[in-house]
Structure formats: C-alpha cells, structure tokens
C-alpha cells in the first residue's frame, strides 16, 4: 500500500485543498472558516491534510503558536494543537495520528521552539489523550474534563496552564451563546440556534469572538462555543437544532416548577 500524502494547506491553495472539516468550498462555513484561516496564516497557523494514494482527505491536524492559541491557555515559546482528527473507523489503527503529531514536531524543532501543547478530553469534540501518550506528552494541567498535554523539547522550559474559564461565568445573565469561526460548524450551528431562540420567545444574545485573546478568556474549556444561561454554562461545543430545543425544554421545565 502506498503511504498517505501530507498536504501543507495555503492561503494558495485552500480552494484546491479544503479545509477538511468542509469541503463545499460554496457553502458559508467553508466561507467563514476561509476568511478566519487567512487572518491567523500569518500568526503561524498550519493546517495539514492528509490524503490517500487517490487524493482523499482521511485525517488532519491544525496547529498554531501557544500565544495565539483560541483555547484558555497560556504559555511560551510552543506550538498549540487545536484540532486532530483521523476521518474513518479504519485509518485509526494505522498510525496516522502519530505521523501528522511528528510533521508538527518537526516544524517546532525548526522554529526552535520548545515543545508542542494540546488540550484533550473524552468528551466530544476533542481527541483523547491516549495518542498523545502514547506519543511521549505527559499532562500538566487539568480543569473539569480538560487535560493539557505537552511534549517538550527543551526540558527546563516552563509548563503552560490552563486559565480558569469558570469564574467568567458569573458575567453572562439571560441567554447567552459566545463562539468563533475557528471550527467552520459553528455558523449553521449558530443560525439554528438564532432561529429556535426566536421560535420559543427567547432572547438569545450572541456573541462573536474575534481574536486569541477573547477565546482564551471566554466562559467554556473550548473557547470558541459557549452556551450559558444565567450564569451557568450549559454546552461547550457545537450542539444541534435538536439539542438545543432539548436544552430549552428543560430549562423552562425547571424554572416554572
């Protein structure tokens, strides 16, 4: 079998490559997430995709430096992971993850940088943290359902951290939804919300973060998707039309009781 092809993704050819996690270059994700991969290309935001032998996308990752990083996350002088992913039930044994985990080691060697960071969770939306184990990352840090893992290359490096996001929580009365362009999900996500919010009556205030430093002191372990009601934070990640009217029932359950 021919080994799989690794596509460094370029405000060049972004059109021609994808994105991965959308690949209809017409549709207004792949829009929003195109317009926010050019705004942080030059902060040093990498994306790359890895195809099979006949040019299909089956697993990407995408990186950045820690100090641009859109997670509550603060550190020096490392790379960040924001997302990985292995597409198929059966490229997820065949050590793809641990290939596209060396090319970003290899980039932060040749910065000169001194490790590489990532958040991990058996929650969704995020990879465990068993492939970076695996791969000689140990945790340092943990809140809730988040770890923060780091592979040094300069051992005497100090540890990243996580910021504490729970204590902005207290700051959001009413409905609240907070999110970023950084996963190209979140626009369809965010205009099903809008109009579920309209149906029921509910004033839903939204809010767009738009740089490093909002997502990293935003209410949610993620950064980029927040939903709070009153305080509370209620999901982390994207969430469905469904999902939301589940959440909506309930908690108008709750407050007429």
Aim: overall charge positive; proline content about 5%; hydrophobic content about 35%.
């Amino acid at each position: 079998m021919l080994p799989p092809l690794l596509i460094r993704v370029t405000p060049d050819n972004l059109h021609k490559e994808t994105l991965f996690c959308v690949k209809d270059i017409k549709s207004p994700g792949f829009a929003v997430k195109k317009q926010w991969f050019l705004d942080r290309y030059h902060e040093g935001l990498r994306l790359l995709i890895m195809k099979d032998p006949t040019g299909k996308p089956i697993a990407f990752i995408e990186y950045l430096p820690i100090e641009h990083a859109w997670r509550p996350v603060m550190g020096n002088n490392m790379l960040f992971i924001h997302c990985m992913f292995v597409y198929a039930n059966k490229d997820k044994n065949r050590g793809l993850g641990s290939e596209l985990l060396k090319a970003c080691e290899e980039d932060a060697r040749h910065n000169g940088l001194d490790g590489i960071a990532v958040m991990s969770s058996d929650g969704s939306w995020m990879a465990g943290k068993g492939l970076f184990l695996r791969n000689k990352y140990h945790q340092v840090d943990a809140r809730g359902r988040f770890e923060l893992l780091v592979k040094k290359l300069n051992t005497g490096s100090p540890d990243p951290f996580l910021i504490d996001w729970t204590s902005r929580h207290s700051a959001y009365t009413g409905w609240h939804l907070v999110y970023a362009d950084q996963c190209p999900w979140h626009e369809k996500s965010v205009n099903a919300l809008k109009g579920t919010a309209s149906e029921y009556g509910i004033n839903l205030q939204v809010t767009k973060i738009s740089s490093s430093e909002e997502a990293k002191n935003a209410p949610s372990g993620t950064g980029v998707f927040s939903l709070l009601y009153n305080g509370k934070l209620l999901e982390d990640h994207y969430l469905s039309e469904t999902r939301f009217r589940s959440i909506l029932n309930k908690e108008l359950r709750n407050n007429t009781m």
